[in-house]
Structure formats: C-alpha cells, structure tokens
C-alpha cells in the first residue's frame, strides 16, 4: 500500500525570451516556463511521480496556485486505489463541485489539471516498470476506454464506438511497436523559423537542419505578409520544393484576413496553416479551411479540452489535429483526443514547442500509432531543439525521427540542479537576472 | 491627475451551502463567493474603484492570484489616461504576451480581467458623478464602438455595423429611458426552484413569490427525471398555465439525453432549457434547439467570451444569450456581446444567479433597451433573493421589476463590515465554521 504523502509544486522559467527563441506572431518574448509537480509517496524506494505543465513567463504562478487549489484531491491518496481505476481519478479531479466553477475543464485550473495527471502517470509508469508510451500500448481496449470521460462527447464517439475502433487496432499492435522501435517516430522542426530570427539566422538553420536529415519544416507568420513571403522564399530556396513547409500564424488573423494572407503565401505550397485565428472559433476555423483548401489547417496548442476538439472535427474544420499534453487535461484527456481523430479520420501531429512538451508528445504518438489509428501517413511530432538538456532522460532525435524512449515513466523529470537554478523568482539564474 | 496607488484584493466567500441556497445539478453545494477587488487612487476625496468575479467557494484563491498577475498592468495607472481610452485599457489586459498563454480570454485569468474592468467602470462612473447604465447610454454611437475588442469577431460584426446598429438607436434615447425609470426593467425569479429545495418548500416560495408579484420563475432540473416532472407540475400548479416557466440543467446532459429529457418536460411548456450541456460545445446546443424547438435554448453563464458567443449566434444555437457581467471579461465585453446579439436579433437576459451579479447585471440591460436593442419582447433579468444586504447599494426589485439603480457607480461595493466578516478564511464568519 503506497500513499501520496506530499505535492510540491515548483514555479520554473527559462529566460528564453533574451534569444527569441520560441518567439512567433503572439509570444513575442515567452520566457519558456512550467508549473512543475513533484507527487511524493511513502514507498519505501522514495518513489516520486513528476509532471509538469507549459507556460509562457508570467502567469506561471497563477497555475502554481491553481496545482495547489486540487491537491486535496490529491493528497492522501493511495496510489493503488488511483491506478485501479484512472479514469474515475480523472473524473475526480476535473468534476470538483467547487472548482469546476473556475473552468470548467479550460484555463489556468485545467492547466494545473494537466500538470497533476501528467504527474500521475509518471508515478503509475514507472511503478509499472514501463514508459508511458509502452504501458498505454499494452493496455486492453477495455482498460483504455475506461481512462476516457466520454462526458459530452457520446453525440460524436460513444464508449462503444471508442472500443470498436480500439479492438479493430489490436491486430498488429506487435509489428507496429516494432516497426517504431527500429525506424522511430517521424518529426518536423519548428527550431529554423521563430520570428525574432533574421533572415540570415533562418537560412543558415535551414542548412543545419537539412545537413541533419531534417525533410520537415515549419516558419512562424503572421506580423507582417511581406515579410512572410521573404522568409517563406528563403526557407522553400534552401530545402526544395518536394519537403514539407508549415506555417504558424499563432492566432494572429481574424477569419477574413487568413483567408487573404493565405492567398498570398500559396505560392510556397504550405502543407498546413497552424492557428490561423482564434483556438475558440471553431466556425471560423471551418470557414478558413473551406477558403484554403487543398492547404490544410491545423490547431490545438490552445484548444483546451475534448469538447472542443469534438466540435472542430465534427465541423471539417482542421484536417490536422494538434494535441497538446499540458493544455488538456493530461494523458487521459490525450487519449479521448486521439479516438475522436481516429473516428473521424484526421491524423495527429502532436504540438511540441515548449519545455517538457516534446517529452511527453514523444510517448503519445507511438502509442496513437500502435494502438489507436494503426497510420503514419500525414502523422509526425513536433521538435524544438532547445532546453532537452535539463531533463533526464531527454528525447533523442535522429534524422528527423524520435527514437522510443526506453526508461520507466513520463520523461518529463528535471535534474535538481535545473530546478533549483531557474526556480523563480529565487533561483539562481533568476537572482542573475535581476542584477 | 489621478493615479492607481493600490490594488487590494479580498477573498470573500459565504456559507450558502448549509441552506443549499443556489444548488443545481451540477453545483451541490455552492458557497458563493467573490475574487474582490479595490483600486485605491491619489484622488483627495479618498475615491476607490471596487469590483468583483464571481466564485462558488473553492478555487477562489486562484482567481485572487490571477488578479495578482494582471495587478502590474494596473498599478500606477493614470485614471486619466485609461478614462481616455478604455477600450485600449482592455486590449492591454487581455493581451499581455505572457499571460494569454494561460488563457487566453478563459478559465481563471478572465475571471480576474472581469473583476479588475468591473473595479475600473465603477471607479469611472463614479467620477462622472453616473451609475454605470447612465454612463454608457450617454457614450455617442462611437464612444461605443470604441470599447468594443472587434478582434475575431468582424466575420459576423464590422465596427462599422456595430456603429450602424448603435446611431439607429439613437432617436428615442430619452423616452426608452424614462420608460425604464418609471417601470423598470423586467425581471424573473430562481429563488423558487434550486435543486435542494424539498416539495414543500418550492411551493411555498411560489405562492411568496406570486402574491410579490413575480409572472417569470425559473426551476432547476436535470439530476431525476422523475423528480423534474414532479417538480415542474407543483409549480405549474402554483403558477398557472400562462406565467413564464423556464427550466435549467446547468450542463448536466450529453446532446441526446438532453434531447430525450426534454421530450419528457415539454408537457410543462418551459419557456427555456438553459445549459442543456457543456458551455463549450456550440454545435451541440445547435443540434438540442433543433431538436427541442419551440422550446427555446438559453446560455452564457460560463460563455467565456465574445468568441464563443459570436459562434452560438452564427450557429443559431440559442435564442438567449444569457451574458454574465464576471464570466465575460467585464463591461466592455458584455457591450460586445449585446451588440453581436442585437445584429442576430437575439434577446439579452442576464445571468444574475450569483452574489454581487444582480447588482451588476441591472446596470447592462437598461443599456441594452435604451441604447442597443431597442427591445424589451422577451428580455429579462434574473433574480435571485439573497445576499444583497452586504451591498452599500443593492437591487431594489418591485414586483418582478428591476427598479433603476441611481447611485454613481457599478453597485457592487460591499459593506467594510461585510468584507471583513466573510474574508476566507480568517474573518468572522469562517473563524466559527471552523469551530
């Protein structure tokens, strides 16, 4: 018997915003930040569940308060009691008579919702021995469906559906978790086009990039559309044009002004447009989708639950959809995500730019593969090339493909020494700044 | 020149769950609370802004920290120069390039924006000498528009059609409003129905209700069929075939149960279902009022914003828009919202299920007749009965109308007493429930 005997919760940042790296129409200067979650436990081998949710610099704290508004939720709890049944913990914490009132299931307490079932399967993970990627893939139908709240969602995927959809993905789950195990996951990089990059820094990262093996790229737009065709040009001159181009508007346009914008870039043959308006505006995403047809649009960085992602599919409005591991509520969010794409045949390629993000999505997409929608085609992750260096067990990504990472939890632990130095506003890279 | 010296804010939380004053199907025990917020100013007269959101208990102390998040894009402010331009004031809230991470316009960090506008508007009203309705309905047709964030909205509302619609109200200004002065605004009643209510009670209050003069009730549903049935025929009993009854589930239904249930109610002509499910989820609203037609779909008390809004009225998925002052991000927000509706010809009936909300909501549909709409036909305002006395200027409501707020300000300041006597958890009042 294994209690939760303690919840820390840390308030990292990363002054990111001094480089521009992670810099786009939106955020311009995000300082790459996280509300880090420590469950500790009695058993006797110190075992500690860690997960941690993405912020953006300021507000970080606000979720710090919100991990410490569900941590009696938490708190006390014995772990056997939680992994015999996930999905009704889940439910649990998302259903609070009281808390729902500041959601429900959106913003900061679901942020902070996240941060805590991340956490959670950390714990469960490595109890079991396993990665996470690996423990969701040997799971039953039975068993996964049980994770999933289908609250809400039952007028587009029922329970049932969700098993059938699973049980038609149990043949062959073998050879595909061998096929990644050999050939890894398939990746795009977001790291050669942040908008606070010159042109010279843009292209030079092209190059890098390409001598890497990358065939994947994405360029941040939005600001200024003169601008986005010089950089567009630049990034379709250094890698050709058979490999693959995404653009990001990070919510920068209203309806009418994406579908104008898009004309112009068209000519780069973009592969998708990423958050073209607001995460809210469902029908404006369809409304955009119909104008840039065959261009593909993409979001999900900031949709923030499966309500919402329920809707943009049943709506035709993303032809790409871009789970977030921290913007919903953890894994078991993750998964009802991932059935309702499989239902409607829309491939997932998970968002990754951020501290910690590009850990956990490295564990979701394989398991969506072997599991759930048995597909690559269209399918890749999400990568950054910065800040991997604080955690663990870093994702290892080789010629634009994550290798399966082997070690038991969620991947998303820090060094101590990382925690401690850029825990703000008293760490010591913090106390630096501030001189 | 006067300037913000001090944002204080004030975790306020009364014990309504004892009584189960304010239960529904989803919230059992509400305590209703408020993040509360007082912008002290230089000003020699000693002049604050006071303002609140509106919390059900838990989670309260994170709506206090977001509102110390958004503190240093208030503190030192000059009132001047946010009075010059309070629609740019609003831009600046919502738009911090860090904070928006952690909503945007959602959940938590919009709660606090709602209670930091609310303390701004009645810091302005209160230095033109003007309650809030007055304030507003006096603003020429582009002083209006000038409020107004149009951003992701101008594929359903230009500025330019939120200035035609607010110039062709223009003429009959000032009879609209002495209307309204001598009648007061239509209002209808909750206090008879909440879901902890046993039968005897619920009649008795009808009958309370019916000799006060009240012709619209409310009655909560959704947690026993059977129950709402009974339920539902004891107040048509009491109330007659002809008075308006409206019924509300507080999102407790998927989109087919709603549906079916409402199939079950019919006999009982409801006026409204409101909240037939997650506030999140336009197209399944869309689908319930097709279904359920003639019977009306209402919502908006968790409508987090105008984006949200701007879809249900494109997708014809209410025939309410049922505003919150506290969930929208504040005045300038709401004015948004009743202009969206006013294009879509869609009534505007206030949520005011809350403390401090009623005082509030009082104040925006006067604007909305006199200003906007031009319409009174099915528009409303919710009643709730309790609570108001710890207000320094509460609502007077005669027989089922709101009568006109005259006191400059937003009306929602409470007594110091009050304030202290409620503050979670060290006042008074949580000192001996702790005993």
């Known amino acids: 018997m294994t209690t939760i005997i303690g919840v820390d919760v840390i308030d990292v940042r990363f002054p990111t915003s001094r480089s521009l790296d992670g810099s786009d129409a939106m955020n311009r200067d995000p300082d790459y930040s996280a509300a880090y979650v420590v469950l500790r436990t009695d058993a006797p ?28 939720l938490v708190l006390a709890r014995s772990v056997e009691a939680i992994e015999a049944d996930l999905g009704a913990f889940w439910r649990e914490l998302v259903g609070d008579s009281q808390l729902r009132w500041i959601g429900p299931e959106k913003g900061v307490i679901h942020l902070a ?5 991340n956490a959670v399967w950390d714990l469960v993970a490595k109890r079991a021995g396993k990665p996470v990627w690996q423990l969701l893939s040997e799971m039953s139908p039975e068993q996964i469906v049980a994770l999933v709240d289908f609250r809400y969602l039952t007028d587009a995927l029922t329970p049932e559906q969700a098993l059938a959809i699973l049980q038609e993905a149990l043949p062959g789950r073998d050879e595909r978790r061998a096929e990644l195990v050999r050939d890894g996951y398939p990746a795009y990089t977001t790291s ?28 941040k737009v939005g600001a200024d559309v003169e601008d986005d065709i010089r950089r567009a040009r630049i990034v379709r001159e250094e890698i050709g044009p058979d490999r693959m ?23 780069f043959d973009p592969y998708w447009i990423e958050e073209p308006t607001s995460p809210d505006d ?10 840039v047809a065959p261009i593909r649009v993409a979001t999900g960085e900031h949709v923030h639950n499966r309500i919402m992602f329920k809707q943009l599919l049943q709506a035709e409005a993303i032809s790409v959809c871009q789970i977030d591991s921290c913007r919903l509520g953890g894994v078991n969010e993750v998964v009802a995500v991932l059935l309702l794409a499989a239902k409607f045949g829309v491939p997932v390629c998970p968002h990754a730019g951020g501290v910690g993000l590009c850990e956990y999505v490295q564990h979701l997409s394989p398991f969506d593969y072997i599991a759930v929608s048995r597909r690559l085609d269209g399918r890749m992750i999400e990568y950054v090339d910065h800040l991997h260096e604080h955690f663990l067990d870093p994702v290892t990504v080789v010629r634009g493909f994550y290798r399966l990472p082997t070690r038991p939890g969620y991947s998303a632990e820090m060094h101590p020494a990382s925690l401690a130095d850029y825990t703000f506003p008293t760490g010591r890279i913090w106390r630096q700044e501030a001189i």
């Open 45 to 72: 081998d110190g075992l500690e569940g860690h997960g941690l949710t993405f912020t953006t610099g300021r507000g970080t704290e606000v979720v710090v308060a919100g991990v410490h508004a569900i941590e009696p």
């Open 113 to 117: 919702t996240a941060a805590v079932v």
């Open 192 to 219: 050669v086009g942040w908008l606070g990059y010159d042109d010279d820094k843009i292209r030079r990262l092209c190059r890098e990039a390409l001598a890497d093996g990358w065939t994947r790229f994405k360029l």
């Open 245 to 267: 181009l995404a653009v990001d508007a990070n919510q920068r346009w209203d309806v009418g002004v994406a579908i104008a914008w898009m004309a112009r870039l068209a000519e």
């Open 282 to 291: 469902i029908l404006g995403h369809a409304a955009i989708a119909r104008a």
